[in-house]
């Protein structure tokens, strides 16, 4: 038996009632079950934005590609309305309760000995809750794949007051503009407390002669390189721009330095005030209100020297505010953005390696979304999930086609799918990658580096991908060492639910106590009334778990092994149905067919 960290500390596990192995061979399925785009895609035009789906199978692809799950509600609706007006409705939903209320309602901004001003942990908490559980799954699954693109990291704000906050806010920033307009959306990110402190520009000053003190370039050099326009000139289509058979850096040293002046001068905003810590020794602690107002100009820390960068100018003595404008619009508008911002928005919802005719396809309703309006996130995030090589069959047959499911994308999916929810309303999930035994490498705003959980460029050496040069990012976190620890995360999650410590209260006490145990549960009545009939049970799965990608030959051998499978050895009835359901969702949650999304 190992153990499973579920929250902040060591606790048992509640695991399935059977030993699940994995092999290297796993590693190699998968490999072999992955691709992307590439040269082999078949030539397609865009889809009609009138769009239907004759079959369920269909109507569930687009959905998971959409959100996180689909339901057989969301699948007749979505065959009913058709993917444009689908979309539409779900897009204009209001956001839902934002992390940073969430936080409050659960009494995380209480000041008292508890000390949560100190602690972010309660950040994975808000966060597994937005995505296993809020109403509006579509726009948080366009919020997950923002903040995969404008990363900021628990851990890289832990200094802050209030950090989980902070992270709350930040998610907020990325939910309430996931189909707004990218400028905005640049301009939020770029003032919030929590990305100031991750990449700097919080407490960031001007030049100091005296000293010989510069601008910190940290936040100018990664909004060019990772935020906007990325390192090398490219087409319209995503392609690199290239002279001489050489490729052409977007911007240079100069570049970097010069719009560092910009980012300087930026502080909290401490109107709200401070109080005094109320355990010994004391000190000020910013009221948490701070955490969800952008970051004020302090103009004599402010740089006013000329700054020159990507053939704009901000002239010397500019005011801070313009100066900021003239920055974010000049980025706004450089032409990389379309292709750079779409292909990654691509490869998080669609598939790994998008060929250059869906990249430019995006890319041009970036620039323009047919009004006339540039950077209109809800355009985009259409026009990728309609798009002829989203949801047409090539795809499905197609061997350079699809992408390897994150796994905090998997889990979620296993939430939404089968109604999890949380006995105590509290969601006390922390972040399950401590052990190298049964982690699931990978957990919702926990990227390790502001380069994300995985490079987009990504290309997994000495393999069948390696050769064509096909990038597939999501490989990057896969080795032997993962592929177990991932089964084994499931054993311990799929029976009872997720184990919890203390699930009544809100803090996490360092003992066991009499209430430890699964919290957050799933609701398997469906899948408990097929046990005994695994044809009907694994087609089911089948619909809601794989969009019917399972093929015959893996669906006849799951059938198979599941129709002699001997529920006798339990004493408990109900427990050995639960043991059956939850082991036939693994071996389906564990399947190369499962693993890589088409």
Not at 56 to 62: C, G, N, P, T
Not at 427 to 453: C, E, M, R, T, Y
Request: aromatic share 10%; hydrophobic share 40%.
């Amino acid at each position: 038996m190992t153990e499973v960290v579920a929250d902040i500390e060591d606790k048992p596990a509640q695991r399935l009632p059977f030993k699940a192995t994995t092999t290297a061979a796993a590693v190699a399925s998968f490999l072999a079950a992955c691709g992307g785009g590439g040269s082999s895609t078949p030539t397609t035009q865009p889809v009609s934005d009138k769009i239907t789906f004759a079959s369920d199978f269909a109507a569930a692809r687009f959905l998971q590609h959409a959100q996180f799950s689909s339901s057989e509600a969301e699948i007749a609706s979505v065959k009913t309305m058709g993917a444009s007006a689908w979309l539409d409705s779900q897009m204009g939903l209001p956001s839902s309760t934002g992390g940073w209320d969430w936080l409050t309602a659960r009494g995380y901004s209480a000041i008292d000995s508890n000390k949560f001003y100190e602690m972010d942990y309660h950040a994975n908490y808000m966060a597994w809750y937005q995505i296993m559980a809020s109403p509006d799954g579509v726009r948080r699954r366009m919020a997950l794949a923002l903040s995969e693109f404008f990363v900021v990291g628990i851990s890289g704000v832990s200094t802050l007051s209030w950090p989980q906050f902070a992270m709350a806010h930040y998610w907020d920033i990325l939910c309430n503009n996931a189909f707004g307009n990218y400028r905005q959306l640049l301009e939020e990110v770029t003032l919030s407390i929590a990305m100031g402190e991750f990449l700097n520009t919080l407490g960031n000053q001007k030049e100091d002669p005296a000293t010989g003190r510069l601008p910190d370039e940290n936040y100018s050099r990664e909004v060019m390189q990772l935020f906007t326009i990325g390192l090398q000139q490219l087409n319209n289509d995503g392609t690199v721009v290239k002279v001489n058979g050489a490729p052409v850096d977007s911007f240079t040293q100069s570049d970097v330095s010069n719009l560092a002046r910009v980012f300087t001068g930026y502080q909290a905003d401490d109107s709200e005030g401070y109080f005094d810590s109320v355990v010994a020794p004391t000190y000020r602690v910013r009221k948490v209100g701070y955490t969800r107002r952008p970051m004020l100009l302090n103009a004599n820390r402010h740089s006013k020297l000329e700054a020159r960068f990507l053939g704009a100018v901000v002239p010397a003595g500019t005011e801070g505010k313009a100066a900021l404008k003239i920055a974010l619009d000049t980025l706004f508008q450089h032409s990389n953005v379309g292709p750079f911002f779409g292909r990654q928005m691509i490869q998080r919802l669609v598939c790994s390696n998008p060929s250059p005719a869906y990249v430019g396809r995006v890319a041009a309703v970036f620039n323009n979304n047919g009004k006339g309006v540039r950077g209109d996130l809800a355009a985009v995030f259409k026009a990728i999930l309609t798009d002829a090589e989203a949801t047409q069959d090539a795809g499905l047959t197609s061997t350079s086609f699809g992408k390897l499911r994150e796994p905090m994308v998997r889990v979620a999916q296993w939430a939404r799918t089968f109604k999890v929810k949380s006995l105590q309303g509290t969601w006390k999930i922390g972040n399950p990658n401590f052990s190298a035994v049964d982690a699931l490498g990978q957990s919702p705003l926990q990227a390790p580096s502001v380069f994300n959980f995985f490079r987009p460029g990504y290309v997994p050496p000495n393999t069948a991908l390696a050769s064509l040069q096909y990038t597939a990012p999501e490989f990057q976190l896969v080795n032997e060492s993962t592929t177990a620890s991932y089964v084994n995360y499931l054993e311990n999650i799929l029976y009872q639910g997720i184990w919890v410590r203390a699930p009544e209260l809100i803090t996490s006490p360092d003992n066991s106590t009499a209430t430890d145990g699964p919290d957050i549960v799933p609701n398997y009545t469906e899948e408990l009334a097929l046990v005994g009939n695994p044809q009907a049970l694994f087609k089911r799965l089948n619909m809601l778990l794989c969009a019917g990608q399972l093929s015959d030959a893996t669906l006849n051998e799951m059938v198979t092994l599941f129709a002699t499978y001997d529920q006798s050895n339990s004493a408990s009835p109900d427990n050995a149905k639960r043991s059956y359901v939850a082991k036939a969702i693994m071996f389906v949650m564990c399947c190369a067919e499962y693993l890589i999304q088409k």
